[in-house]
């Protein structure tokens, strides 16, 4: 880090915090343009803020206030983090992201709000730009003093192209822990690049930091372990090579020593990964060898999507042909050669967490770029890297070879082929990098924004005097919580499942002018709601209000 802040890269470290700026700009915007809730978001408030706990009691009244305290830090209530643990515990997550909500919610007790989410997700992606960063830098300035700014220009271009890109925008927009899952990745990737450049594999500035990295990342997102299998493994072989037993020895202790003690502190872990529903879900998925090819191009495709607005694919095969070019121009007439041992640790590790993690993870359309989200940055800086060096370090150079002088005197030396066109070159690789998220983002494909609920949520703001009722399906009655957003607006709702076909007497009901009704799409829905209107009033009309997932909303008046 001291080497990317002394003085002589001020205009550097200026350019990055610029372009940070007008990241956070964007992702205020979007933040702003953030209507409504996934269900796994509201299950981050509840799980995190639970005061009493919520229940689906059949032809029963709930007050706003018994479900609006289950999503808010109550005033005393503040900084419970022994029930965030154990609440948990009983699901399938870690706790430590939840520890961090939680925080941000008790600074801020009684209020519910998208910004308390997206304000912690971004804490974690400004951490994650300077991370990815020093990644880039450091991995394409590996090659010497020569190469540093190689460094400094794909470290700018894969911060711009990370940063503008749909799935990362949508990853802040998205309350749950994987832009944390994203920051511990990195930082463990940071910990060991650093460490192979220094040659510094002591305990203060790697193996106690390290430890911790991986105590923090497992009790984060179980998928951390995933990346750090494949980077620790790369890493050890790596020592191996160099015959480093006590480095060997000691970073397995201090790895293994992070790794046990988050089980020691959290040993609902272990049932989670071996015995919970995901993890035997995961565990069949792996071993499912017919599933491989599709679950692949899948997670493939989620990249190129929303990273690279279609055209990775053209990238890979530029760079497979710019291989091959640069391989028959240094055989005839030389060149730089040689292996960028950062690079290729990196690409074993990403290559090795995206097939497990496409293995294993949920295919859940869209929303599943969660899961890859922490490689994303890292898969950007290989392609941006790989073009780069066979384009402007081999090709380039060789076509203006013989028309260089003498090496030193503006020659073909390092120095002569990395400044020839590198400003051309940076011009155009920014305003690809732009224009493909610029339309990737155009295209729509920002999500998590749920822009379709806003004028929904006008018209419960509008309603939320009038009489509501919930008729639920009874094999599924937590899905009423995925209403939970409007229905803490209204000052009440009347809970009724679908299997009970005994006729509603309720007065309150009955002598209500309007009437908001609720009706999870299941068999019986449409005789349930033609039953209630029957029993319970003089309504002359009624209509479609809105639909939402499982749900339609009915208004009768």
């Given amino acids: 880090m001291k080497t990317i802040f002394r003085k002589s890269n001020r205009g550097f470290i200026c350019a990055m915090a610029a372009l940070l700026l007008c990241q956070l700009a964007v992702l205020l915007y979007f933040g702003s ?56 515990s009983w699901d399938v997550h870690p706790p430590l992201y939840y520890y961090i909500f939680h925080t941000a919610c008790s600074l801020f007790p009684g209020l519910f709000s998208k910004w308390l989410g997206i304000g912690v997700n971004l804490l974690a992606y400004v951490g994650c730009y300077w991370l990815l960063g020093y990644v880039a830098y450091t991995a394409a300035a590996w090659q010497g003093q020569e190469a540093v700014k190689r460094g400094k220009l794909l470290a700018f271009l894969t911060c711009l192209g990370w940063g503008f890109g749909s799935a990362v925008i949508s990853g802040v927009m998205f309350i749950r822990m994987y832009q944390w899952l994203t920051l511990f990745v990195l930082l463990c990737l940071s910990l060991h690049l650093r460490a192979m450049e220094k040659e510094d594999f002591g305990i203060r500035h790697f193996l106690l930091p390290l430890g911790v990295t991986v105590f923090l990342g497992f009790l984060t997102q179980y998928y951390y372990i995933i990346f750090h299998f494949f980077l620790g ?7 191996l090579r160099r015959k480093e037993w006590k480095g060997l020895a000691l970073y ?51 990249f190129d999507d929303y990273m690279m607005n279609g055209t990775l694919t053209w990238w890979l095969l530029g760079i497979c042909l710019l291989g091959v070019t640069a391989g028959y121009v240094r055989k005839r007439k030389g060149g730089a050669g040689g292996v960028n041992g950062a690079v290729v640790l990196m690409a074993f590790a990403c290559g090795g967490y995206f097939f497990t993690v496409s293995k294993t993870a949920l295919l859940l359309g869209e929303t599943s770029n969660r899961y890859q989200l922490p490689v994303y940055g890292l898969f950007l800086f290989l392609v941006l890297y790989g073009a780069w060096c066979l384009l402007a370090e081999t090709l380039l150079w060789a076509v203006k070879k013989k028309n260089q002088g003498p090496e030193g005197k503006g020659g073909s030396g390092p120095g002569a082929r990395q400044r020839y066109g590198r ?33 929904r949520m006008a018209f419960v703001q509008e309603h939320r005097e009038d009489t509501v009722a919930v ?27 679908l299997g009970n076909r005994e006729p509603i007497a309720d007065g309150r009901i009955r002598e209500s002018k309007r009437l908001l009704v609720y009706v999870a799409d299941y068999e019986g829905q449409e005789e349930s709601l033609r039953e209630l209107l029957a029993e319970n009033g003089q309504w002359e009309n009624c209509r479609v209000a809105a639909e939402k997932g499982l749900w339609t909303l009915y208004e009768a008046w």
């Fill in 33 to 88: 343009k953030k209507a409504g809730f996934h269900e796994d978001e509201l299950y981050t408030y509840y799980s995190t803020n639970k005061t009493a706990g919520l229940f689906v009691n059949d032809r029963q009244w709930m007050e706003r206030e018994q479900l609006f305290n289950d999503f808010v830090v109550l005033p005393g209530e503040e900084f419970r983090y022994h029930v965030v643990k154990q609440m948990q």
């Fill in 233 to 239: 493994a790369g890493f050890c072989l790596a020592l």
């Fill in 252 to 302: 397995g202790l201090f790895c293994g020593g992070g790794f046990l003690g988050a089980v020691l502190y959290y040993p609902a872990s272990l049932s989670h990964i071996f015995r919970g529903y995901r993890g035997t879900e995961a565990v069949a998925e792996f071993g499912d060898v017919s599933n491989t090819w599709d679950r692949l191009r899948f997670f493939y495709g989620l």
């Fill in 423 to 455: 400003g051309e070159l940076l011009l155009a690789a920014a305003l690809g990098l732009l224009l493909a998220d610029g339309l990737a983002v155009r295209a729509g494909r920002v999500f998590f924004l749920y822009e379709e609920e806003k004028d």
């Fill in 471 to 497: 008729f639920y399906n009874e094999a599924s009655p937590d899905h009423i919580w995925w209403l939970s957003d409007e229905l803490m607006v209204y000052d009440r709702v009347f809970l009724a499942s």
